[in-house]
Nanobody
């Protein structure tokens, strides 16, 4: 079992920056990918960025050039650096992790952290 704890959300003005962190603990040996999703009120959940432990990185078109996902393998922590924030980036951001052990696949979710972009 894996536990995910997010941090770093808050209130920021348009054009500002935030850095989200997600620390994975527990049975982390089977982790092979981590990702950030977000969900605004009344909208569906959206994949923001994803990083595979093999090295592949993906960013949604809406955040390319502004957001960067990265990880610290020693700490089992994934980050989302968010620059040039826009009001439409306002949402609850959720950390996600994929784990595979002996062919058994699990998905884990963090509790979410609020990001609000407003004057």
């Amino acid at each position: 079992q894996v536990q995910l704890v997010e941090s770093g959300g808050g209130l920021v003005q348009p054009g500002g920056s935030l850095r989200l962190s997600c620390a994975a603990t527990g049975s982390t040996s089977g982790l092979n990918a981590m990702a950030w999703y977000r969900q605004a009120p009344g909208e569906q959940r959206e994949l923001v960025a994803r990083i595979l432990y093999g090295g592949s990185i993906y960013h949604a078109d809406s955040v390319k050039g502004r957001f960067t996902i990265s990880r610290d393998s020693a700490k089992n922590t994934v980050y989302l650096q968010m620059n040039s924030l826009k009001p439409e980036d306002t949402a609850v951001y959720y950390c996600n992790a994929d784990s595979s052990v002996s062919g058994i696949y699990f998905q884990y979710w963090g509790q979410g952290t609020q990001v609000t972009v407003s004057y």
